[in-house]
């Protein structure tokens, strides 16, 4: 079983379109953090969020913790096609260390 | 200031061979962290050392070993290669060990291993 599991695995929209993918676990985490990860790159770091309940806003990305801090979601309001990418939840499992623990991903694809 | 390099980009190998695979991290990060990403799946934890030791290791067969040096870059090693081994081997850089919420890991572009 995966500890984290995201949904869509897959989303193709059409430009200017609104869409909301999910992060969801069993577990209860301090904090959670999103990525993207563009083609031939690395992730990127775009938030952390760490209380139950937290919605951050980065430009028309909306991210929002669980009350119970065991899920998140990344909403994107009227998408462009630079936001196609991977998107990807992470966690800390382990304390002493920062080594993260990934999701399955989303893959985004923005049509023109 | 550079970001996380890592060398080479690209690389083929055939099955049975060794690997090395080196990652220079942001100036003055002293923890690198090793990923396996094979294509269609999140990063997968490999290893993780500070300050020249090893502070973490993930699920992977002593096939894999990995070394920081004196300047905080390391080598990932990978022997005896599998076909299941090809995949995207990203390093990531950060400036502390503890795990905490706004503790930022930044990534290199990683190095695109095929093995046939």
């Known amino acids: 079983t995966q500890l984290l599991e995201q949904s869509p695995q897959f989303l193709s929209i059409q430009e200017g379109e609104n869409l909301t993918v999910y992060c969801n676990s069993s577990s209860v985490f301090s904090s959670l953090q999103w990525y993207r990860q563009e083609p031939g790159e690395g992730p990127v770091l775009l938030v952390t969020?760490?209380?139950?309940?937290e919605v951050k806003k980065l430009k028309r990305l909306t991210f929002q913790f669980g009350d119970a801090r065991k899920d998140s979601s990344l909403h994107i309001t009227a998408a462009q096609p630079g936001d196609t990418g991977l998107y990807l939840c992470a966690v800390s499992p382990q304390t002493g260390a920062n080594n993260l623990f990934f999701g399955t991903g989303t893959r985004l694809t923005v049509i023109p | 200031d550079a970001g996380v390099t890592q060398s080479p980009t690209h690389l083929i190998k055939t099955r049975g061979q060794h690997v090395t695979l080196r990652c220079s991290p942001i100036s003055g990060h002293k923890s690198v962290s090793w990923y396996q990403q094979v294509l269609g799946q999140g990063p997968q934890f490999i290893f993780q050392y500070y300050e020249k030791e090893e502070r973490g290791r993930g699920n992977f067969p002593d096939r894999f070993s990995a070394r920081q040096f004196p300047n905080y870059s390391s080598e990932l090693n990978v022997n005896a290669l599998l076909l299941g081994d090809s995949a995207l081997y990203l390093c990531?850089?950060?400036?502390?060990?503890?795990?905490?919420?706004?503790?930022?890991?930044?990534f290199g572009p990683g190095t695109r291993l095929t093995v046939l």
């Open positions: 990531a850089s950060s400036s502390i060990l503890t795990s905490g919420s706004y503790n930022e890991q930044f």
């Open positions: 969020v760490v209380t139950g309940g």
